[in-house]
């Protein structure tokens, strides 16, 4: 019989883990890819690490490494970075309200572990009315652990895979391509798509270094957010 004095762990501290699991579970092939990745682009262990644990954002790390391997000068990176994570202000502001009155010790926390998949997790779950704070914030964290991990073991299998091999060279550009077909919900994002390729390669063939990937970024977007704009006029005006 178990002890009746051990102490158990919360009911709060259970739901968060067990929503996570299915995020983590996830997160342990890409983590090892990008482990992968970063190791073969010349980072050592220690900076993948330092990597995950400061910017802790996967499609960013990843185009940070591919930047790297490239050459890619350290400003186009920074700004590249944050031009890709400027949604977490969307993702952040629409949270925001299940954390009124909380410490900002809390929030700084629960901030730092916010990505695509927890926000929709933890939104879902609130909505339901049955998510406590604590919950979510557990289920970041467990988050934010697996990919750490998982990234750190990837500079660890890279050593032993040799370059090229299994196709690890296609990962990072298959991946993106998954990551763009999702995104192609209407004809908006398609017309967004192909305005954020057009402006690339014109700007690849007029300006220097990296400075393309942050003139189409905010080209596309500022495009893209005047055609949904539109759109939606003209679905109210029908």
Known sequence: MADPQTKRVSPGVRAGLSAAMPICLGYVPIGLSLGVLAQKSGLVTWQT????????????QFI????LAANGSPPAIVITTFMVNLRHLLMSSSLAVHFQGVSRRFLALFAYGVTD????VNMSRFSQGDWSRQSALVLNQAANATWFFSTVAGTFVGQFIPAGAFGIDYALTGMFICLLVFQ?????????????????????????????VIVATCLAATAGLALKRMARKGERTR
């Open 64 to 67: 940070a490494v591919a930047m």
């Open 49 to 60: 690490a330092l990597m995950s644990a400061v910017v802790f954002a996967g499609g960013s």
């Open 117 to 120: 998949e927890s926000f929709a």
């Open 184 to 212: 192609l919900k209407s004809a908006v994002f398609v017309a967004t798509a192909i305005l954020a390729a057009l402006c690339s390669v014109l700007a690849y063939l007029w300006l220097p270094g990296n400075t393309h």
